[in-house]
C-alpha cells in the first residue's frame, strides 16, 4: 500500500492498523517514496544476524579476538 506524508499525518491510525494486519505501508513525500512502515514482528525475522563482539572496521581483523580490551590497551599508552 502506498501513503502520502499527508495520509501519514492526518490518518495515522489507518495506516498502523493496516500495518498490525500485516501488510507493509510505503510513504511518499511529493511522490518519491521516503519511508516504509512494517509490521514489528517481520523487521525482527529479517534482523536475525548471529552477534559477535568483532563489528564494523574490526570485523576483518583476525589478529584481535576482543575488541573492548583492544581499545582499552590502546587508551591506556596515550598518557
Known amino acids: 500500500m502506498k501513503a502520502t506524508a499527508k495520509d501519514l499525518r492526518f490518518h495515522s491510525k489507518e495506516l498502523l492498523s493496516t500495518v498490525n494486519r ?4 510505503i ?3 511529493r511522490g518519491k517514496p521516503c519511508a516504509k512502515l ?3 514482528d517481520e523487521f525482527e525475522k529479517k534482523d536475525k ?3 559477535t563482539n ?3 572496521m574490526w570485523k576483518d581483523n583476525d589478529g584481535i579476538e ?6 582499552r590497551n ?3 599508552r596515550r598518557f
Do not use: A, C, M, Q
Not at 500485516?22 to 505501508?25: K, P, W
Not at 576482543?66 to 581499545?71: F, G, I, L, S, T
Open 22 to 25: 500485516g501488510e507493509e505501508v
Open 27 to 29: 510513504i511518499t513525500y
Open 38 to 40: 512494517v509490521p514489528y
Open 49 to 51: 544476524k548471529p552477534k
Open 54 to 56: 568483532l563489528f564494523g
Open 66 to 71: 576482543n575488541v573492548d580490551n583492544h581499545v
Open 74 to 76: 590502546l587508551r591506556k
